[in-house]
């Protein structure tokens, strides 16, 4: 066995068949879903630390665009401003990149790991760790390959693809769909940059023919509008060409994944607010002197009375 497979593929697929051989019936299924619940919730904290980045991004949009117009055109002016905002904030743009990159071992160890029980079954002996190969279910498999029962809710086959030489497979087809569908919700959750910007592409290009010089923080913002149209599209293409079982786990991930935001950045906007509604040092400054102006007066106005008083 290499090092891939000890690495990638072994621990994926000793996960699922630990959970396989603890749920009632050995529901394919239903193991995804466990197993997906045990993947987005060991990566809650880097969850929150992205979406957290997320939010002050968003919050730091108008102090981005600030930065642009002043810089008049001095990208070297430009770049060393928004990394000083950044730095001054906390915030790493590519931090959001470490999910990925976690995300994808599992999604190829999930791919390899339903390749062996859909087309290898006679090889799940070779991948499994030793102690677990007393489990009653497990080891009723490594007996018997053939009783691994690959299907959910009793009739659907999540080690078949959605489209195939046998033909197009209608509930496999939806999972692809839905996995598109919370894909291009998740992006939009998350998306940075603000909705109200209604120009096109073809519209900054025109208005740049025309001598006008084209805004960066505006084409930027129409990239990742495009990307967010755009990764559905390839994400359901991928998925049906994948077996099942992986658009099954990436739909019930992303799904996670959209309540996991949603708390998380409901729970940041609070802090936020928070945060603005203190008063800031500058503030604070002006409601002293404010103040201390205010004691002033009133002891001017009580010595007059005091002199009037005596006369």
């Given at each position: 066995?290499?090092?891939?497979?000890?690495?990638?593929?072994q621990p994926?697929?000793?996960?699922?068949?630990?959970i396989y051989?603890?749920?009632?019936?050995g529901?394919?299924?239903?193991?995804?879903?466990?197993f997906?619940?045990?993947?987005?919730f060991?990566?809650?904290?880097?969850?929150?630390k992205?979406?957290?980045?997320?939010?002050?991004?968003?919050?730091?949009?108008?102090?981005?665009?600030k930065?642009?117009k002043?810089?008049?055109g001095n990208?070297?002016?430009?770049?060393?401003?928004?990394?000083?905002l950044?730095k001054?904030?906390?915030?790493?743009?590519?931090?959001?990149?470490?999910?990925?990159?976690?995300?994808?071992?599992i999604?190829i160890?999930?791919?390899y790991a339903?390749?062996?029980?859909?087309?290898r079954?006679?090889?799940i002996?070779?991948?499994?760790?030793?102690?677990?190969?007393?489990?009653?279910?497990?080891?009723?498999?490594?007996?018997?390959?053939d009783?691994?029962n690959?299907k959910?809710l009793g009739?659907?086959?999540l080690?078949?693809h959605?489209?195939?030489n046998?033909?197009?497979?209608?509930?496999?087809?939806?999972l692809?769909?839905?996995?598109a569908?919370?894909?291009?919700?998740?992006?939009?959750q998350?998306?940075?940059?603000?909705?109200?910007n209604?120009?096109?592409?073809?519209?900054i290009?025109?208005?740049?023919?025309?001598?006008?010089?084209?805004d960066?923080?505006?084409?930027?913002e129409?990239?990742?509008?495009?990307?967010?149209?755009?990764m559905?599209?390839?994400?359901?293409?991928?998925?049906i060409?994948?077996?099942?079982?992986?658009?099954?786990?990436?739909m019930?991930s992303n799904?996670?994944?959209?309540?996991?935001?949603?708390?998380?950045?409901?729970q940041?906007?609070?802090?936020?607010?928070?945060i603005?509604?203190?008063?800031s040092?500058?503030?604070?400054?002006?409601?002293?002197?404010?103040?201390?102006k205010e004691?002033?007066?009133?002891r001017?106005?009580?010595?007059?009375?005091k002199?009037?008083?005596k006369?």
């Amino acid at each position: 066995m290499n090092i891939f497979d000890l690495l990638i593929i072994q621990p994926v697929f000793n996960l699922l068949m630990l959970i396989y051989s603890i749920v009632p019936g050995g529901d394919f299924g239903v193991t995804i879903i466990i197993f997906t619940l045990i993947m987005r919730f060991a990566m809650y904290p880097l969850v929150k630390k992205q979406l957290h980045q997320t939010k002050m991004m968003r919050k730091l949009q108008p102090e981005l665009k600030k930065i642009k117009k002043n810089a008049k055109g001095n990208k070297q002016l430009e770049a060393m401003q928004m990394m000083d905002l950044y730095k001054r904030h906390g915030v790493s743009p590519f931090r959001s990149i470490g999910i990925l990159l976690l995300q994808l071992p599992i999604f190829i160890g999930l791919y390899y790991a339903v390749q062996i029980l859909a087309l290898r079954r006679d090889q799940i002996g070779q991948y499994i760790y030793g102690f677990l190969e007393n489990i009653g279910p497990i080891a009723q498999l490594i007996q018997d390959p053939d009783q691994f029962n690959h299907k959910m809710l009793g009739f659907i086959d999540l080690t078949k693809h959605a489209i195939s030489n046998n033909g197009v497979e209608i509930t496999l087809l939806i999972l692809a769909v839905l996995s598109a569908v919370t894909q291009y919700i998740m992006s939009k959750q998350i998306s940075p940059v603000s909705t109200k910007n209604t120009k096109t592409m073809r519209q900054i290009m025109a208005e740049a023919s025309e001598g006008k010089q084209a805004d960066q923080t505006e084409m930027n913002e129409i990239m990742t509008k495009n990307m967010m149209k755009f990764m559905p599209v390839m994400m359901f293409i991928i998925m049906i060409n994948l077996p099942g079982a992986i658009a099954f786990y990436y739909m019930v991930s992303n799904l996670i994944a959209v309540v996991q935001q949603h708390y998380l950045l409901k729970q940041d906007e609070t802090e936020l607010e928070e945060i603005a509604e203190e008063p800031s040092p500058k503030k604070q400054a002006e409601v002293r002197a404010d103040k201390a102006k205010e004691a002033r007066v009133t002891r001017i106005v009580a010595k007059d009375s005091k002199k009037k008083g005596k006369k």
